[in-house]
């Protein structure tokens, strides 16, 4: 089972820039579709963006579209969330899985790390 660990998160303000880690425990890494999920206060848990197993193709919730880019790197087992453009609607813990689709929709497998707050500032 892969184990998680989020980093990278802080405090930045509207329009800025933040780079989010995650780093995975075992040897299976690459064979896993990972993405990352945010959770604002007194909101659920959603899906923010995916990146298959080789990298190759990327997936993104709308709402962050054309602001954040996931990318992964196999060999240091982990993946990486660049966040631009950042509004405080963005303000959430950020946390990472390993992740499978059905039809549209992503899902986590096994277990979340401890996750990494993000805040911007207005």
């Known amino acids: 089972q892969v184990q998680l660990v989020e980093s990278g998160g802080g405090l930045v303000q509207t329009g800025g820039s933040l780079r989010l880690s995650c780093a995975a425990s075992g040897r299976t890494f690459s064979s896993y579709a990972m993405g990352w999920f945010r959770q604002a206060p007194g909101k659920e848990r959603e899906f923010v963006a995916a990146?298959?197993?080789?990298?190759?193709?990327?997936y993104y919730a709308d709402s962050v579209k054309g602001r954040f880019t996931i990318s992964r790197d196999n060999a240091k087992n982990t993946v990486y969330l660049q966040m631009n453009s950042l509004k405080p609607e963005d303000t959430a813990v950020y946390y990472c899985?390993?992740?499978?689709?059905?039809?549209?929709?992503?899902?986590?497998?096994?277990?979340w790390g401890q996750g990494t707050q993000v805040t911007v500032s207005s």
């Open positions: 990146i298959s197993w080789s990298g190759g193709s990327t």
């Open positions: 899985a390993a992740v499978r689709s059905y039809g549209s929709s992503w899902y986590p497998l096994g277990s």
